[in-house]
DNA sequence: CAGCTAACTAACCAAGTGGTGAAATAGTCG
DNA sequence: CGACTATTTCACCACTTGGTTAGTTAGCTG
């Protein structure tokens, strides 16, 4: 399993959000993770097996207790991934305002929906 | 369902990913989505379907054709999630600095493990 | 109309997920 | 040691997921 699918994966559950969020403003026991959530132990300890898994959180040992921690590069990773392709999104309508300008300025060779034309035609030297 | 889990369960796999990924440089027709992958169309469906109820992309249709849109809103959600997240990350830290910088100040008074010492000790005036 | 293409639905399967209760493990305290 | 607390593992359950093949629908075109 990719390293963005387990991280994708675990911020898919609310109860993991949840979790990361309360961990984003300190470390936790797994009791204090639990607190909130109408869930058993048990299925908290897996949510943070999940979140482990996945690099999100990692967890120390003191005396019996084990506490969790937010990691924060798997959250940058996933930030990453989500941004570039944006800015692949927004380069593409920057590009599109750009043709729109220049259809303006020689109209008549263009119209919607003209399958066949590809996309290099614009130096048919019609000029 | 939840919309942010819909949408991170929608980016949390490979297969989806890299289909957001080719839609965010230009709409594209099942067909076309499909042949990079080693998979049947009725598989590429199902994950279109996905992504789709989570509305990261929109279908048109024209002819017998169903051209795939990727749509922003629900990127700029999952994005905006992690970066609260990680903006409260980082005002941790950030207090966490000023408090190490107050405590080198007066050392004598504050020791690690001491779990009492509330965040707002700055105020003491003792410059 | 028949035939072709794009895309979907249906039925199925193996594997994974999210939850539970019961029992086990690890560490502290009296 | 024995009792108590924090946490995990185990065994089980219903449900979902990711994939398949086979068949179906929608729309173009000769």
Sequence with gaps: ????????????????RAIVARLASGDATVNELAAPFAMTLP????????????????RARRAQFRPCHLEREPLD??????????????????????????????????????RRAAPGT????ND
């Design 1 to 16: 399993m990719d390293r963005l699918d387990a991280t994708f994966t675990a911020l898919a559950d609310p109860t993991r």
């Design 43 to 58: 299925g908290i300890s897996k949510h943070l097996k999940v979140l482990e898994r996945s690099g999100l959180i990692s």
């Design 77 to 114: 990773a996933a930030m990453s991934w989500i941004e570039e392709s944006r800015r692949i999104w927004t380069e593409r309508f920057d590009k599109l305002d750009e043709h729109l300008r220049d259809v303006q300025q020689a109209p008549a060779s263009v119209q919607y929906g003209a």
């Design 122 to 125: 614009r130096g048919q030297a």
